[in-house]
């Protein structure tokens, strides 16, 4: 597990215990309909509980990457994600905020206009070569996922000789490239649902503490996932139970982000586990 810390604004944030990074969805088709968030009121109401729950980051996003969304103008998440920011920098001004977009220039609007302290990009770069050289002049932190294809097709017919693999190898090249541009602060995502089988999420998972050989923080979103529900046969409003274990594994893997619709459940698992953690390191070091 990453142990280390993390240059956020200015200031190192030590990532040796889990974070929460509270999920804030400003589009009308995210998956998970009671993450939608629509009205200025409805807004301002999911910052300050998330907050008060104990989320550590916020990622803002206003494009929908559910399987099969449609392509959303570019203006139009601009339009979007400025109105959300505005009120989110209104309730809460010295909040840690992450944008979750694909294209540079909506993550330059965000950090120029917001202060947004780090970017969520679920195409790893894939889908806007501007984007490493944003982040690179930026000097700020960079959530790299890895996606297979697009959100309009990524769930068609997913397909790797070995995803392991295949997703280190992918990771390995592009942190590389990054470290070459100067940029140090990286957070890598596997990627659970985007270009995979319900298989390919569940050998991740299993292997995510293999992700440890890079040295970098992870992070891991799997809240409510089609993983979760379809393996149990169920909805993504019924979820909550299944990820919070899911969330246990992972932690248990070595995540250091939990990025998630619901803080409080998070918060409490992450404590919980770092209790039987710590009672861990004290009989061993009696020994």
Known sequence: MF???????????????????????????????????LTAEQISQKVIQMLAEGADFLDVGAYSSRPGAVDLPI???????????????K????????VDTFRADVAKMCIEE??????????????????????SCARIPYIIMHMQGT????????????????????????VRKLHEMNVNDIIIDPGFG???TQAHNFELLAHLNEFDIFQLP???????????????????QDALNGTTVLHTIALSKGANILRVHDVKEAVEAIKLWQTVKNFEFNQDNCN
């Open 194 to 196: 985007f270009g995979k």
């Open 75 to 89: 203006e139009e998440e601009k339009r979007r994600l400025s109105e959300g920011l505005a009120i989110l920098r």
């Open 3 to 37: 142990t280390g810390t993390i240059n956020v604004n200015g200031q190192l944030l030590d990532l040796s215990t889990p974070k929460v990074m509270g999920i804030l969805n400003l589009t009308p088709d995210s998956f998970y309909k009671d993450s939608r968030m």
């Open 151 to 174: 959100p309009q097709n990524m769930q068609q017919a997913p397909q790797y000789e070995n995803v392991l693999k295949e997703v280190m190898l992918s990771f390995a090249k592009k």
């Open 218 to 236: 992870i992070l891991v979103g799997l809240s409510r996932k089609s993983m979760i529900y379809k393996t149990l046969d169920i909805t993504p």
């Open 114 to 135: 917001f202060g947004v302290a780090m970017v969520n990009d679920i195409s790893g770069g894939e889908l806007d070569s501007k984007m490493f050289s944003t982040i």
């Open 91 to 98: 309730e809460a001004p010295k909040a840690i905020v992450s």
